[in-house]
């Protein structure tokens, strides 16, 4: 009987994270959600760890069961899994259930922490740095996005797999303890307060309305509005949009679209400016 254990090379690591890196939406269903994304970027540690094709087949059913997280850091996930699954194959006592167990406990937690980080804060810090590049017309705004973007999230992604595979499920407790949860509600806050700074610096509104009073007193609504409340119409619309799309579901879309024929009736009777 051979008992020489089965090792994962930088190459097999490097191959089931860029599978997940690439695909992890690639087929996406109600029902399953990333689960197939997930299964792919275990095959190349599955073929290398089981030669026996009903181990094979376990291991993707176990794999291609319901699974759903923030893609980028969620690459810790599948580390995690990646070592779990080669700690198993070489005979330690380790099941299939503790496994899938293991990726269903952590997909909330790190969905928590990834949203906040990524759509929450790093995207609108980048983008209010692309937008201030991009003033003029300059193309240097855009490409400072994509390239950053892109290289935070390769960088961390790969990061976090290699690291999710070197402590296996030790990771857990770095995850899911009252420091990370404190953290998460910090970049939450945080997220809050750069969106907010963006909306204040981009969004620019103001109105040509003009009264004439009896006495031949000429009132710009704008001027009048400035001096009780500055950069008010700006908030409304923020506040508005943010409404219904948080409260009544209006999509992102529909919401781009709408302002978009607001801000063209309003200009064309002369009512914005």
């Known amino acids: 009987m051979n008992t020489t254990p089965v090792l994962l090379d930088k190459k097999d690591l490097r191959r089931c994270w860029r599978a997940w890196m690439m695909y992890n939406l690639s087929s996406m269903s109600f029902e399953r959600l990333e689960s197939f994304g997930f299964c792919l970027s275990?095959?190349?540690?599955?073929?290398k760890l089981y030669s026996d094709p009903k181990q094979r087949i376990e291991a993707m059913r176990r794999h291609a069961s319901f699974y759903n997280t923030e893609p980028q850091i969620g690459a810790i996930v599948n580390g995690m899994a990646v070592g779990l699954e080669e700690k198993k194959a070489n005979g330690e006592p380790i099941d299939g259930e503790a496994i899938n167990t293991l990726k269903v406990g952590l997909m909330g937690?790190?969905?928590g922490i990834g949203d906040s980080m990524i759509p929450g804060m790093l995207i609108p810090i980048l983008l209010s740095i692309g937008m201030a590049l991009a003033a003029g017309g300059s193309i240097i705004g855009p490409l400072f996005y994509i390239l950053s973007f892109n290289a935070i999230m390769i960088g961390g992604s790969y990061w976090l797999f290699m690291k999710g595979y070197r402590m296996g499920s030790g990771s857990v407790e770095m995850l899911v303890s009252n420091k990370s949860n404190k953290a998460r509600e910090a970049l939450s806050l945080l997220g809050v307060f750069?969106?907010?700074g963006v909306a204040a610096s981009y969004v620019k509104l103001g109105t040509n309305l003009q009264f004439v009073t009896k006495?031949?007193?000429n009132i710009h609504v704008q001027q009048m509005?400035?001096?009780i409340f500055p950069q008010l119409m700006p908030l409304v619309v923020v506040v508005s949009v943010w409404y219904f799309m948080a409260k009544r579901g209006l999509s992102p879309v529909k919401a781009m679209l709408s302002l978009l024929v607001l801000a063209a009736l309003g200009v064309?009777?002369?009512?914005?400016?």
């Open 42 to 47: 275990m095959m190349p540690a599955i073929k």
């Open 109 to 111: 937690p790190i969905a």
């Open 194 to 196: 750069v969106m907010g």
């Open 215 to 217: 006495d031949g007193v």
């Open 225 to 227: 509005i400035d001096g």
């Open 268 to 273: 064309a009777v002369g009512v914005f400016g």
